[in-house]
């Protein structure tokens, strides 16, 4: 069974630049979701998704951060302008179904953002 | 609104010896309690979770852990270490009933030695 997939894996950019990141979940999951990890963090959710409806978006800075689900599958996160403090290791998960003792969610090996 | 406390960024043994990480949460019911492993330049693996069945759960590579609902601790044991156990962990916390809106803790880094 084929995992989560993001690209790209790295990317440096400077400020005020844009940039956006691909997810690719497992076949099936309903559920998608984007954390940022700043480092020496732990991820934080920035928005999940179910099929391709937004479930929470509470945590994504909506000035500058975007992100969409066509068609319930792939995923795409934007940022414009980048700043700074943007810096951050962005993972993708996939799970299942929204909720249930037994979902897990299943993470990509992320995308490493430099802004300079 | 739930939150997850680990106790130490990082921690050294030797190989052989007893792992132990913390982990404490602060919720105002018991939540679902999750162990991640994180090796360099790859996503998280989940290693073992807490769904309100057995207070003892067992995990992939021989970790194990304990919740305790007196202590709001769950932390992650496994009796001997082994080189390849060095990574970094992170406890995570979600509502009970579902495995969405995880909230994580900052993350411990288990260094191995020989």
């Known amino acids: 069974e084929a995992g989560v997939a993001q690209s790209p894996r790295y990317k440096i950019i400077e400020k005020r630049q844009s940039v956006a990141f691909w997810c690719n979940p497992i076949?099936?999951?309903?559920?998608l979701y984007w954390y940022q990890q700043i480092l020496g963090q732990g991820p934080k959710l920035l928005i999940q998704f179910q099929n391709n409806g937004v479930v929470d978006d509470s945590q994504l800075p909506k000035d500058r951060f975007s992100a969409e689900r066509l068609k319930g599958v792939d995923s795409t996160l934007k940022i414009q302008p980048a700043k700074l403090e943007d810096s951050a290791v962005y993972l993708c998960?996939?799970?299942?179904?929204?909720?249930?003792?037994?979902?897990?969610?299943?993470f990509g090996p992320g995308t490493r953002l430099t802004v300079t | 609104a739930q939150s997850v406390t680990q106790l130490g960024s990082h921690v050294s043994v030797s190989e052989g010896a007893l792992v132990l990480l913390r982990c404490n949460y602060s919720s105002s019911v018991p939540p679902y309690l999750f162990w991640y492993v994180q090796y360099p330049n790859q996503g998280l693996q989940l290693l073992l979770k807490?769904?309100?069945?057995?207070?003892l759960v067992k995990g992939i590579n021989g970790f194990e852990a304990e919740f305790k609902k007196s202590e709001t601790s769950f932390h992650l044991t496994k009796p001997s270490a082994h080189m390849s156990d060095a990574a970094e962990y992170f406890c995570a916390a979600s509502p009970p009933g579902t495995a969405s809106k995880l909230t994580f803790g900052t993350g411990t880094r288990l260094q191995v030695m020989l």
């Open positions: 076949s099936g999951h309903a559920t």
């Open positions: 807490y769904t309100s069945a057995a207070t």
């Open positions: 998960a996939s799970s299942l179904r929204l909720a249930g003792h037994d979902n897990e969610q299943y």
